[in-house]
């Protein structure tokens, strides 16, 4: 399999950068007439190196200190650096720059290379050396190949093109990748029968002709047209890849450098993103909560308002958490890292991490916000999907929005999914564990609380548990906890209540009252759906009291009718048989009317027009004109 590399070329305005591609390559980065007039780079330019085993990207970023957004554009999805140093100036302000934006953005490869060594003596040129060499100390360039070339003499160029043909690399991701398509923009252009053209290196996933993509932070969707790696026509177009895409059903007017190529609702767009920054150390101001900032994303810049969790100054060199909040839509990957930049004057600040897109604006100084994102910072993607679940507490999270904001392929979410980590509730959503474990421990302390205190009642209705919970959950996480309760012969339920499984409100009731309440209990069972008159019942003080309790632990029910002024009173019992009795009688879809049901259930017009009106109320029928039908289960 063939790899990939992307090699950035940065250093200090005219120390070399363009003419030394061009030596190597044969490719002339310079395609613009000011940057020919001028004899200076100031958009990206594009090379590459073929090799049996490895196709090598070059990116010529613009060395003066007004192209720095573009340099920082070019170094999103490079693997690597060619640092460029003149011999006869040596490590200049913007050698230093090109070189903290590398370090910023996790680039962790590359070869040093000092060119124009044609115009120093040979004292000249390691005095050079030896400044590079305490320059590099301690970064991921200190063992780097220093090479010396000179353009006019052809030297050195043999050695730079093997040298960054045995760089490690990275294979390409296969054609089967679950990661959904991600194309930063760095170039935008139309070309004539052909439409609008972008360009950038394809971050994830794959692209193909006649493929949908989103255009964000828009959220316009465009097809595939054509795919260009090298000049070539491509049928594909694989991870680290440089690409032209031609696209089609968009304009290249409303599209710009900085938007995003996506598979379709792969990516979002935000104006919150939890990050972890990193100061420069030369810096000579510290970073003060609720400064403004210019962000760097990808080949995207917007200011943005830092939001320091953990502390209220950031001083120079160090780390530290933070919610950057945007003043404009920003699309960005959770693996991209970015580049802040003071406001003015213009200079680098430093750089970071992605921790989470899209989170709620968080209370400083919270622990438990803390803990999250320090475990983000160190974890694979496992540890950030339990974090991030267990962030979401007893409200669980919709498996959907957390695989939008892990940005992860659903295939590698089902998978989390199935872990011992995580609940998942019907289909849709999911809940940690560890609080699915504590909602349950609560919902039976609820109920035992709730049977001390009120011993004549039944048990709670699943609203009642509900809003006794400490923190609000998911009704749909609620009711699995309590089937699952059921199932564990831990709780019971008549139909409307809950309580515990050996709980009985009789056990608190006296020899008399336990006598009476019997008696009325079997009354109402004996009369059917000939509901009894309540009223005359009602008349002495005992069939009082025993009544009351009755209700109150659902045995006896009053029917809900229309006008909402029944007297009519049903034992339960009573009600579940008439339930199951239609439903044998007349299976869903079939309908009846009220005289086929008064005369399967042998009743009469004065008792069965109440009971069907409470079986509508009750959702137990639905009605359609003269017919009614039962339920579908």
């Known amino acids: 399999m063939i790899s990939q590399l992307t090699l950035g070329v940065i250093g200090h305005v005219d120390h070399g950068k363009t003419a030394l591609v061009r030596k190597l390559t044969g490719i002339e980065t310079d395609r613009l007439k000011e940057e020919k007039e001028r004899g200076l780079s100031i958009v990206l330019g594009f090379s590459y190196l073929e090799f049996p085993d490895v196709v090598v990207d070059l990116i010529d970023v613009p060395g003066h200190e007004d192209f720095i957004r573009a340099m920082i554009s070019g170094a999103t999805g490079m693997d690597g650096v060619l640092l460029v140093i003149a011999s006869n100036e040596g490590v200049m302000p913007q050698t230093r720059e090109h070189f903290d934006i590398a370090k910023l953005l996790g680039i962790d490869r590359g070869l040093v290379v000092l ?9 000249e040129l390691i005095l050079v050396e030896r400044e590079v060499s305490q320059f590099l100390e301690g970064s991921f360039l200190e063992q780097a190949s220093v090479i010396k070339t000179s353009v006019d003499k052809s030297e050195g160029f043999n050695e730079l093109r093997t040298a960054c043909g045995s760089l490690e690399t990275s294979s390409c991701v296969p054609a089967e990748s679950s990661e959904g398509s991600f194309l930063p923009i760095d170039r935008v252009f139309s070309m004539h029968g052909f439409g609008a053209v972008v360009t950038g290196t394809l971050r994830s996933g794959t692209l193909e002709v006649n493929q949908s993509v989103e255009v964000l932070p828009s959220g316009d969707t465009a097809t595939i047209r054509g795919l260009q790696n090298h000049n070539r026509s491509v049928d594909m177009a694989m991870p680290g890849q440089r690409v032209a895409v031609n696209l089609r059903n968009v304009k290249h007017e409303e599209l710009r450098r900085g938007n995003v190529l996506s598979s379709p609702g ?21 970073l003060k909560n609720g400064s403004l900032v210019r962000v760097m994303f990808g080949t995207s810049e917007v200011i943005a308002k830092v939001r320091l969790l953990e502390k209220n100054t950031l001083p120079s060199g160090s780390s530290g958490l933070a919610q950057l909040v945007c003043n404009s839509d920003v699309v960005t990957h959770r693996t991209e890292r970015f580049v802040i930049r003071n406001i003015s004057p213009v200079f680098t600040l430093g750089g970071g991490q992605i921790l989470d897109l899209n989170p709620p604006q968080h209370k400083r100084f ?50 989390l999914v199935q872990s011992d980590d995580a609940v998942r509730v019907e289909e849709l959503r999911i809940i940690d564990k560890t609080s699915y474990q504590a909602l349950k421990t609560e919902v039976l302390s609820i109920i035992d609380k709730f049977h001390m205190e009120n011993p004549r009642q039944q048990g709670l209705t699943i609203g009642g548990i509900s809003s006794l ?18 199932e564990e012969s831990e709780l019971c339920s008549n139909g409307v209540f809950f309580s515990r499984i050996n709980f009985d409100p009789l056990d608190v009731l006296s ?33 009082r009291d025993a009544y009351k309790f009755l209700t109150q632990i659902g045995t006896l029910i009053r029917l809900k009718t229309y006008d909402r002024t029944s007297n009519f009173v049903l034992h339960r019992d009573v009600l579940d048989k008439v339930e199951e009795q239609l439903r044998d009688k007349f299976p869903y879809p079939v309908g009846f009317s009220v005289s086929e049901a008064r005369d399967y259930l042998g009743t009469t017009r004065k008792y069965i027009i109440p009971l069907l009106e409470h079986l509508d109320a009750t959702g137990v029928t639905t009605r359609a004109g003269n017919l009614r039908r039962i339920r579908e289960h």
Do not use: C
């Open 511 to 543: 020899e008399n009252e336990r006598l009476v309440t019997t008696e009325l209990e079997e009354h109402f069972m004996s009369a059917g759906l000939e509901s009894p008159s309540v009223d005359a019942l009602l008349k002495n003080r005992n069939n």
């Open 266 to 286: 792969f990516l979002k767009a935000t104006k919150k993103i939890d990050v972890d920054i990193e100061l420069l150390g030369h810096l000579k101001h510290d």
């Open 366 to 415: 919270d622990s438990s916000v803390m803990s999250r994102l320090q475990s983000t910072v160190k974890g694979d993607i496992s540890e950030i999907f339990r974090s991030t679940l267990a962030s979401a507490g007893v409200l669980g999270m919709d498996i959907e929005t957390l695989r939008e904001t892990l940005e992860i392929h659903p295939k590698d979410m089902e998978i």
């Open 469 to 486: 919970l400490s923190n609000k959950t998911d009704n749909r996480i609620l009711l699995q906890i309590i089937r699952e309760l059921e």
């Open 115 to 123: 060119t124009k060594t044609d115009l120093v003596t040979d004292k």
